[in-house]
C-alpha cells in the first residue's frame, strides 16, 4: 500500500543518486536523420496531394503522413521516446479527449434529422422558413396538391434555397 | 497521534512561538506578492466570498421579482441581467475556484507534508488572472450588464443581445487561465512534492477528489477558452461560425460549450465530495469506509464526465442517436456517486459521532446531495426530461448539487478548516444557527421547486402564470431565511477573527498532517519535513487500543 | 387574450392530455418510486446511524472495518443493473415521441421574438393560437426566424428546441378537448416569457369548420367584406398592396375596383369580378404596366368563400 | 537510427550557473526538473484541447458543406503553405538542436540555433502576412465579410472562419513562442545555463515543437485536401 511513492523516480534513467540533473543527450544524428525525415515526408505529402484518389483517399493520406511526421516530432524532438511514461500518458490522454470530443459531437451532426427527410441537410431561409410551401412551387399537401399547375410564379426574389422537398 | 515526533501537544515548539504565515511579514505589498500557497488560498478565499455575496445578491433580487407573476421590483431586462449575472457570478466567481482554489490551495501541500506548491510563482499568477477576470466581468455589469444566460447562448449572445457581452465572455476566458493553471499546479505539486512515506493510498481523499478535479480542469477548460474566443469573434467580427444566416451552426456551440460545462459540473461537485469525506471521518473518529472506491469513483467521475455533455442538449435538435448515446453514459455517472454515498454511510458506521458545526455541514451534505443525486435520474431518463427540461425541475436540481452539495461542503470545510487557517475557533452557538436558518430555508426555497417544474413553469421566465404565484411567493419567503442564514455565518465567521478563542493545533483530534503542525501554521508549513508511517486516517495502535 | 392556465392532474404533474402523456408520466413515476425508495434507505441509515453512534465520550468503541469488497460490488452491481433498465424506460417513451405517425397532420410553425405563427396544410395561419383536432397525430415542423426558442406544452409533455437555419419537428396527439397553453422554453429574450401562446383542442368536425371558415365553434360567420379584410390582411396581401393609394411593390388597392389598368403586353383592361380572380388564381398573366410580375399563386390557397370576400372587400377599399 | 544515449555527467562539465538554485520546496534539482517538465506537458495538453475546437468545427463543416470546402481550399496556395511547413521544420529542428547543445554546455552554439530558430519563426509570420494580405485583397473572408464573387458553392466563408481562425491563434502562438526564445536565449548570452539545468531551454523547446507540431495538422488539412 506504501510502495508507490514517487515512483516515477526510479524508472528515470538519468538521475544521479545526489539528486543532481544530469542531461540524456541524443548523437547529432538523431537530429539529422529527424530532421530528414521531415522534410522527405513534406514533400510526399504536397506531392500525394496533386495525386487524386477520391478525396476520402487523400484524407486519409493526408492524415496519416501528418500523423507519422507528428509521431516523429512528439519522439524524438520532445524526447517522449525517452521521458517518463507518465509524460506520454498525459499527451496520449489529450488526443483520446479530442477524439472522444469530434467523434461524439459528429454523432449528432452526421445524424440530424434520420426520420426527418425535411430536416436533414436542408438549410433554412431565415427570413422565411416555408416560404416554399406558402408559395405553392413545393409541397404542397396532397389534397390540395394537384391544383397546383405549372403557371405557378416564382415567390419574389427568391433567394430561398434549394427549397424543401416535398414529404409525399 | 501524531504521524510526525517533531510537533508538541499544542503544536507551538519555543522555536516558532507566536510565529506563523500570517505575521510573518506585514503590508498589503507582503500579501499581493506572496508566493506562500497559504497566503493565495486566503486571498482567493476572501474573493470567492465576495463573488458568492454579488451573487448572492442577484439571488435574492430574482427571488423577490418573482414574488408576484407581474413586475414586483424591476422590469424584463432587469431582470434577465439580475438572472444572468447570478449564474455568471455564482459559477465563475463563486463555485469553480470556491473549493480548489481557497481550501484546496491551502491545504494541498500541508496534507502531503510539502513546504508548497510545485509552481508557486505560477500559483499568484493565476489569483492574478482570476482577479483580471472579474474585473472584466465586473466591467461588464458597469457598462450595460449582460443578459443572456451564463450560457452564453448563441445567436442570441452573439447577434441580438445588445450588452456587454463581450467584457463578460473575456473575463471568463481569461478566469479560465486562471482555472487551468491551477488544476496543472495540483497535478504535478500530488506527483512531485509528497512526504516521504506519502503514498497516492495514504493521501487524504481530499486530494484525491481534488486530482480528478485537476484533470477536468486542465483538459475541458482549454476547450471553453476556443469556445468563448470564436463566440467573441462571432460577436465582433461575424465569423460565422454558429450563425445560422451564415451557415453555421448553432447547435455546434452547445457542444461546444457544454464540452467543458459539464466537466465544469464535476469541478464544482468533486472537491465538495473530497471535503465532505474529510469532515465525516474526523468528526466521527472512524476510519474512511472503502477508500479505495472513494478515491477510484472521484477519478472515474472526472473521466465518466467527458462522454455526458449532451444530456443537457436532448431537445436541442441535435441526433437522435447522439440523445440515446448521451442518456446511456449519463447513467453511469450516478454509479460513482452511489459508491460515494454507500462508503460515506459506511464510514459513519460504527463510529462515534460528535455533531459539531462541520459534521452538521456533511450530514447536510448527505441528505441534500442524495436529493440532488437522485433528482438527476429523472432528467436523465429520455422521455422524462421531455417533459422536465428547462423547469424550475431543472433548477431546482442543479441548486441541489450546486448549491446544497458544494456550496455546503464548502462552508463545512471552512468551519472545519478555520481553526487552522485563522488560529481562531468561532462560536460554536451562533455557528449552529447560521447551519441551521441556512439548511431550512435551503429546503424551503429550492424544494418547492421541483413542484413548480413537474407542474410545468418554465425557468428564466420574468412574468408567469397566476397559477404559479404561491408556489413562487412560497419559495421566496425560503430564501430570505436562506439569506439570512448565509450573513449569520458570515458574522459568525468575522466575529471570530476579533474575539475568537485561539485554536489548538488539533480541536477535531484528526488524523491528517495538516492538523500535526500549528494553528495557524508556520509559513514553512512544518518545522521539519514529516515523515508519513500511517494511512490517511489510521490512529496509533496504543491509541485505538 | 386571456391564457388558460395548466390544469394538475395529480399533485406534481398537470394533466395528461396527450397519447404520450401517460407514458411518459409512467416513466416518471418508474424514477419517482426509485428515488423515494432510494432516499428513505439512504436517509433512514444515516439517521440510525446517528442515534446509533452518536459519541457518547471519548471512549466509544470504534469499528475497525476499513473495506468490504463485497459491499462494493453489490452497491456498484446493483444501481447499474437499475440505472441500464432506467435509461430503457426513458428510450421507449423517447423513440415514440421521435417518430411521428405517417398520418400526422403537418403544421408550419415559425418562432421568432416573440411569437408563434402556425401555417395549416390549406394556408390558413394563425398567430400565437394553435388550433388542433382532437385524436389525430399532428406535426409541427418548426423553424426560427432569429434566435433558439423551444416549444413546450406542459399537459402534452412534449417540448422541442426551435433552431434558426434549420427544422426540428415535434408530433403529439391531443386527447382532451380543452384549451391549454404552449410556453418557449429556451430563453430567447427581453420578451421571453411572454412567448406563450394558446392550445385550442376542437373535436374533429369542428378543426375541420374552423379550416374551411375560420370560424371556431360558437364563432358568427362574418360579412364577405370583413373576411376579405381580414384575409388582406392575414394572407400578406398588404406588403405589396398599399390601401392608402402609396405604391409598393403592387399596385395600390385604394380605389382598384373598377379603376383601367394598362397592361404590360399594352392593352388595358377594367378591373372587375374577373380580373380579381384571375389575378389571384394565375398572377402572372396580366400584369399592370410598370409592375414586377413577382406575385406568387393563390391557387389552392383560397377558398371561393375566401375569394369572393376579397372581391367584395376590395369594392370597399375607396 | 541509433538512439543510445551518450549521457554527459563528467565533473568537469557539469558547471553550475551561479543564479541557479534548487527552490526549497523541492527536495532535489532533479525532482525540480522533472516537476517542471510534467508541468509543461499538461499545458501541452490545453494547448491541444484548445486547437482540438477548431479541428472540431472543421471536421464537422467540412462534412456539412464539402463542396465549399473543396472549392474555397483551390484558393490556399500551397507553394507558401508547404515553404512555411518547412521553415517551422526546421525551426523544430534547430530548436532541438538548442537543447542538445545547452546539455552541451555550449552556450554559443546555443546562442547561434535560438538565433536561427527565431530568424526562421520571423520568416513564417513574413510568409504568413503575404497569405494574409492576398487573401483580404481578395475578400477571401470569414463568414460575413466574405466578399468574393466566383464562388459556385454555399458556404466558403465557413471554411476562411475557420481557417483564419486556426492560422490566427497558431500566429499568435509563433509570437508568443519567439518571445519566449528571446527570452531564453538573453538568458543564455548571460550563460545562466548549463548542463545541469537548462530546465527553461527544454521547456520553451517543447512548446515549440508543438506550435510545429499543430502546423503538421493544420498545413495537409487546409491546404492539400481541404
Redesign the interface.
Known sequence: MSTSHAEHDHEHGHGSTNGDHVPHVLPFKVYIGTFATLLFLTVVTVAASYVNIGHTGNLIVALLIATIKASVVALIFMHLKWDHKFHGIIFVSALLFLAVFIGITMSDTEFRGEAEAIEAKNPVDLKDPFKAQRTGDIAIPKEIAPAAGGSAAPAAGSAAPAAVPAKH | MANTATVDELGHSPEVQGKNYLNQTAGVWSWLTTVDHKRIGIMYLVTVLVGFGLGGIFALLVRLELLTAKKTIMDATQYNQAFTLHGAAMVFLFIIPSIPASLGNFFLPLMIGAKDVAFPKLNLLSLYLFWIGAVFMLAAIVTGGVDTGWTFYVPYASGVSTTSVISATFGVFVMGFSSILTGLNFIVTLHKLRAPGMSWYRMPLFLWSLYATSIIQVLATPVLGITLLLLIFERAFHIGIFDPTLGGDPVLFQHFFWFYSHPAVYIMILPGMGVATEILTTHSKRRVFGYKAIAFSSVAIALVSFLVWGHHMFVSGQSELSSAIFSFLTFFVAIPSGVKMFNWLGTLWGGSIKFTVPMLYGIAFLFLFGIGGLTGLFLGTLSVDLHLHDTYFVVAHFHYVMMGSTAIAFFGGLHHWWPKMTGKMYDEKLARVGFALTFIGFNWTFFTQFILGTRGMPRRYYNYLDQFQPLHAFSTYGSWVLGTGFLITFICLARSLKSGAPAPANPWDSTTLEWQTQSPPITENFEKAPIVTLDAYERPAEETA | MRLDPIELGSFWMPKQSSTIAEEIDTAYYIVYWLDVVMFVLLMGALAYFMYKYKRRGPKDKLSDVTHSTTLEISWTIIPSILVIALFFVGLKGWMKAMVAPGNALEIRTTAEMYMWTFTYPNGNVSVNELVVPKGQPVKLIMSSKDVLHSFFVPEFRVKQDVVPGTYTTVWFEATENRDTILFCTEYCGVGHSDMMAKVLVLDKPEYDQWQETGLKPGEKPLPPAELGKKLYATRSCNTCHSLDGSRIQGPTFKGVFGRTEQIADGSSIKVDENYIRESLLEPNKKVVQGYPAVMPTYKGLLKETDIDAIIAYLKTVQ | ?????????GAGE?KLSPQFHV?????????????G???V?????????????????F???R????PSF?EAHHHLD?VMG?IN??VL??S??T???AV?SA??NETKKTTLLLAITLACAAMFLVVKYFEYSHKIHDGLL????FTAADFAS??P??FF??Y??MTG?HGVHVVIGMGLILWILLRNQKSEFS?????PVENV??YW??V??VW??L???L???G
Open positions: 537510427m541509433s538512439a543510445k544515449a551518450e549521457a554527459l555527467g557539469s527552490a526549497h520546496h523541492f527536495d532535489k534539482a532533479d525532482t525540480q526538473f522533472d516537476a517538465r510534467m508541468g506537458w499538461l499545458f501541452l495538453v490545453t494547448e491541444i484541447l484548445l486547437f482540438g475546437g477548431l479541428f472540431c468545427a471536421a464537422i463543416f462534412s456539412k458543406y464539402f473543396v500551397r508547404g511547413t518547412i521544420i526546421t523544430s529542428f530548436m532541438a538542436l542538445r546539455q552541451k470569414p463568414g460575413g465579410n454555399g458556404h466563408g465557413i472562419a475557420i483564419f481562425m491563434i548542463s545541469r539545468y537548462y530546465a523547446g517543447l515543437h508543438l510545429d507540431l503538421i495538422f498545413f495537409p488539412l491546404y492539400l485536401v
